[in-house]
């Protein structure tokens, strides 16, 4: 499945005019930040955030949020949210906004 175009061009919005960096990564578009994933458009759908490890469990709702699994593990510090979770432009913002506050205060890679 490709990602889904228009959403992709919802968060470039918010991102611009920023630092910010695409790069296709999971099947789908990543942004980011000094050499640091904040936010991706996935192919499986909805978007990946990446999130303060110790905050991610309190976002998590099961159903819209949920934690990202890779090869079968949880990855620590990583949400997937729905398509229809983000169909609001101010609740994109919101979660494009924490995985880009989350990489600003990581080092440079």
């Given at each position: ?5 228009e ?17 296709k ?26 999130v ?7 976002l ?6 949920t934690?990202?699994?890779?090869a ?7 949400l997937?949210?729905?398509?229809a ?25």
């Amino acid at each position: 499945m490709a990602y889904d175009e228009e959403l992709a061009d919802r968060v470039r919005a918010i991102l611009e005019p920023g630092p910010f960096t695409e790069k296709k990564m999971f099947g789908g578009i990543a942004f980011l930040l000094r050499g640091h994933l904040a936010v991706a458009v996935s192919g499986k759908g909805g978007i990946m955030v990446r999130v303060d490890p110790q905050e991610g469990p309190r976002l998590v709702d099961g159903t819209a949020v949920t934690p990202m699994v890779m090869a079968g593990r949880e990855l620590d510090g990583w949400l997937r949210v729905t398509t229809a979770a983000v169909a609001d432009d101010a609740v994109l913002r919101t979660w494009v906004a924490r995985g880009a506050d989350f990489v600003a205060g990581l080092p440079e890679k």
